[in-house]
């Protein structure tokens, strides 16, 4: 396979919301079971892979939110993205388990929930349905969310942090 037709694949699965609403409805027309996750993704890390693989146990089908550049440095500051919403957005596309990325500019997920129409929404345990900024969607729409636990030790926050320090440390010492 071409490389060109290799990037052409990657960046046919990163679709806007209209069109992977499109999907998830026939998706769900054939019986299958859509899976919705949502996040910043700046540095994907291993903590980042839980929630796609339980989304893939619990569905037939992961879509997952992306948040573009400007809502990412809203909600986490000027000195981020680290990465660009392109390269996260192919990274995201890249993983087998997962189907479409789509990018939104809100702040929450509310919209794509509405949206999309998934059976899970899965987020990390980092959250609780009280603390979930789409609560009340997932309450109206019946959506039902799986709170996936956290891989400790493994945070966006975390790697920034000890590649500010100048740190590193040894993951393997620590399993």
Known sequence: MKTTRMWEDLESRVIPAQAAAEEAKAWRRAGEIVAFTNGCFDLLHVGHLLPFLWARRLADHLIVGLNDDRSVRNLKGPTRPILPERDRALMLAALRMVDRVVLF????????????KPHFYVKGGDYRL??????ETVLAT????????LVPGHSTSGIIARIGDGRREDRAATR
């Open 130 to 135: 009280a603390t979930l900024p789409e609560k």
């Open 142 to 149: 019946g959506v039902r969310v799986i709170f996936v636990p």
């Open 105 to 116: 500019s809100e702040p929450t997920a509310d919209r794509l929930l509405w949206t999309l």
